[in-house]
């Protein structure tokens, strides 16, 4: 849920300094907000996860070599980062909202693939959440599209009476 709500967030302040005055490209404005996270967070991150990441760090060696996790790890963070900056190519282009609904989408979308692909159980709270999610989403993106429909037909016929 914070997760969800930070995205959001992320999105509508990105989308401002898209339009601004001072113009910056998407890919630049991703990289800006990416570098200004990794640097506020990494404090934080050592102070909290350090003794935690030892651990992990020799139960991965215990399966692969150094250079595997290495590897493993610094191809998921790319990964993540083009992920994230082709969102910010689409934040050039459509609403924050619009892209919110997309990212809701594709969590549902990864959400019964894992189902699927790694016969994955759910709870029936997970289902009856799932259940609802859909449905609502499509809901809200006919309707947000009606009413854009609706006003921009009511703006035209303003412009046509003046």
């Keep these: ?18 339009q601004s005055a001072e113009k910056i490209s998407a890919p ?3 990289a800006v907000v990416t570098g200004m996270a990794f640097f506020a967070l990494l ?15 020799e139960t991965a060696m215990e399966t692969y070599s150094a250079s595997a996790v ?43 693939a894992s189902v699927i692909i790694f016969h994955t159980s759910m709870s029936p709270t997970s289902i009856i959440g799932a259940s609802i999610a859909i449905p609502g989403t499509l809901v809200y ?9 609706k006003a921009a037909k009511a703006g035209a016929a303003a412009t046509r009476g003046n």
């Design 1 to 18: 849920m914070g997760s969800n709500a930070a995205f959001a967030l992320r999105a509508i302040f990105s989308k401002r300094a898209l």
């Design 28 to 30: 630049n404005l991703f």
């Design 43 to 57: 404090p934080i991150s050592i102070a909290v996860e350090w003794t935690r990441y030892l651990p992990v760090w």
């Design 70 to 112: 290495l590897y493993l790890s610094l191809s998921a963070g790319l990964f993540h980062y083009l992920n994230n900056e082709v969102m910010y190519l689409a934040l050039d282009k459509v609403h924050p909202v619009t892209l919110a609904v997309g990212n809701t989408l594709k969590r549902v979308f990864i959400l019964v």
């Design 141 to 149: 993106s006919l309707t947000k599209q009606y009413y854009d429909n």
